[in-house]
Every structure is written in C-alpha cells, then in structure tokens.
T-cell receptor, first 117, second 111 residues
Framework: DARVTQTPRHKVTEMGQEVTMRCQPI?????VFWYRQTMMQGLELLAY????????DSGMPKDRFSAEMPDATLATLKIQPSEPRDSAVYFC???????????????FGPGTRLTVL | GEDVEQSLFLSVREGDSSVINCTYT??????LYWYKQEPGAGLQLLTY?????DMKQDQRLTVLLNKKDKHLSLRIADTQTGDSAIYFC???????????FGTGTRLTVIP
C-alpha cells in the first residue's frame, strides 16, 4: 500500500532552534508539495517541486524557511531559526500531474505537528 | 468569490444521509476533490470528479457537480460514527500547480 511518509510525527522545540522535517513521496510520483495547516489560516501551500526542481515557493517565508529535494525519494523542509508562530501541522503531499500521465491528485502524508515554545 | 467556500459545521444522526456542500471559484477547474481528515491525521483522498462529469458514485459516496453554479456536493449515505471528521473540498485550476482547498466542514455524527 503506497503512501507518503513523514518524519518526525511530532516535534517540540524552543524558539531559535533549527527544525528539519522529512518526507518520502510515493514511489513514481514526480511532484511534491509542502503545506502548513493552522486553525486560523487553514491549509497554506508553502512550496512545490516537480522532478526535484522547486517551481513555486512563494508561500514560504524566505528568510527562515528552506525546502529541498536531495533525491527523488526525499524532500526536506527546514526552519532556521524557528519561532512560536511557526507552530502548526506541516503536510507533505505527492502526486503525478496530468502532463506525466497522472490525474493531478495529491496524496498526503500524516503530517508533522510542530510546537515551538 | 476568491476562496473555496464550505460551511464549517454539519451534524447528522447515525444512519441518516449527510450532504456537504462546496462552492469553488473557477468554472474552468479541471478536477474537483473531496478529502477527509480525521483527528490527528493527514488528509485522505475520498474521491475526485473530472469537470466533464455531473455525478460520480462510489459505494456510500455520491459527488454531484454543477459547473454552471460552481457547486460541488458530497453525499454520504447511511452515515456512521466513523464518518465523523473534517471534509475538505479542493479544486485544480488550469495552469496552477497546487490544489485550492476550502476551510473544511466538520461533520459530527450523533449516535
């Protein structure tokens, strides 16, 4: 049963510390998305990759957030330094777009719940 | 409107049908989706419908699409307590990379 995996599932850290979240997309999917979910803002798109290249990271605070795909099986989202307002659930999703023979459907991981004290 | 809109809450009795409504923004959207999120979990894809369809049925789920009114609905027949969750609709706009999500509708099933 193919699924997106994310680690860690929970992270509690102190303000100013670096946080790294990892995602393993479904094998064969060539698009990866990072979303943030909060009660106030709902689901926000942070970044989007296709074939490991970042295509859109306009939703991400550039000064502290960075997203990379070191290889096709790993996507990372880093926050340095972290702040209390970064507390949220961060979701990774992967998919196969229409142009690659897919359906544009995105499959979500279980999320990383981040708490910054 | 600019945002995908959904009612925030819906309560139904176990065994009744639930209908969750959504108004999306772009009449040219290619795919419309319904996701389910249970407490502490990620978003689970329930079903999706291509924009050239009016209806799609999958077991207890029926999706209705009204392109003229940009209205999407999800009907859950014989609603069970396990259906209690937040349901998100989402649209895929032409030319956009990501999905645009509604605020979610929290469905509470009363035993």
């Amino acid at each position: 049963d193919a699924r997106v995996t994310q680690t860690p599932r929970h992270k509690v850290t102190e303000m100013g510390q670096e946080v790294t979240m990892r995602c393993q997309p479904i094998l064969g999917h060539n698009t990866v998305f990072w979303y943030r979910q909060t009660m106030m803002q709902g689901l926000e798109l942070l970044a989007y990759f296709r074939n490991r290249a970042p295509l859109d990271d306009s939703g991400m605070p550039k000064d502290r957030f960075s997203a990379e795909m070191p290889d096709a099986t790993l996507a990372t989202l880093k926050i340095q330094p972290s702040e209390p307002r970064d507390s949220a659930v961060y979701f990774c999703a992967s998919g196969l777009p229409l142009t690659s023979g897919g359906t544009d459907t995105q499959y979500f991981g279980p999320g990383t719940r981040l708490t910054v004290l | 409107g600019e945002d995908v809109e959904q009612s925030l809450f819906l309560s139904v009795r176990e065994g009744d049908s639930s209908v969750i409504n959504c108004t999306y923004t772009d009449s040219s959207s290619t795919y419309l989706y319904w996701y389910k999120q249970e407490p502490g979990a990620g978003l689970q894809l329930l079903t999706y419908i291509f924009s050239n369809m009016d209806m799609k049925q999958d077991q207890r789920l029926t999706v209705l699409l009204n392109k003229k009114d940009k209205h999407l609905s999800l009907r859950i027949a014989d609603t069970q307590t396990g259906d209690s969750a937040i349901y998100f609709c989402a649209e895929k706009k032409p030319g956009a990379n990501n999905l645009f999500f509604g605020t979610g509708t929290r469905l509470t099933v009363i035993p």
